[in-house]
């Protein structure tokens, strides 16, 4: 519980359980009934904060997961880079099912890593669309300055008396 920081989720239970725990800790020894009632009622409080923080906590990770899947999508990083985005997107859906049954040890790595898996994508996907826009620029800036040239060699043709025709074959 206190690996994932779900009390930060829960608050109010956490400082409850926290208290409860603390009061059957000092009573141990010096009236155990009121120690079992303490301690019982910090379980139970626990339980709150895994059960509430551990649904927020998961809806966290996902929200990032999310976002950085769309930044992924956004870039067609699902045909740029085709294998590592289907594997990031397979442990996305993985942990998608792991939340769904409540389990937070595992959607908890598993959200992470394919967050981490499509912005790794996202970042070759965002070079090689760099990459194809400035070949993009560079053939247009190319054509341009053919077309000047072209446009030269007319003007010089003119101007020695040539007629510059296209020739029929």
């Not at 809806?59 to 990031?88: F, G, N, P």
Request: hydrophobic residues 35%.
């Amino acid at each position: 519980m206190d690996a994932y920081g779900l009390g930060s989720f829960a608050p109010q239970d956490y400082a409850a359980a926290n208290k409860d725990l603390k009061a059957g800790q000092d009573s141990y020894g010096k009236d155990n009934a009121a120690s079992k009632k303490s301690l019982q009622s910090a379980i139970t409080e626990y339980n709150a904060v895994i059960t509430k923080g551990g649904a927020l906590y998961l809806a966290d990770l996902q929200r990032q997961t999310e976002a950085s899947k769309k930044a992924a999508d956004d870039l067609k990083a699902s045909v740029a880079v085709k294998d590592d985005y289907a594997q990031a997107n397979d442990l996305y859906k993985r942990a998608l099912q792991e939340k769904a049954a409540g389990d937070i040890e595992n959607a908890s790595k598993d959200f992470p890593q394919s967050r981490d898996g499509f912005d790794a994508v996202t970042k070759v996907a965002q070079q090689k669309k760099d990459a194809a826009d400035q070949a993009l620029q560079s053939a247009q800036q190319k054509e341009t300055a053919s077309q000047q040239k072209a446009a030269d060699a007319d003007q010089a043709l003119k101007d020695e008396g040539f007629t510059v025709g296209v020739s029929g074959l």
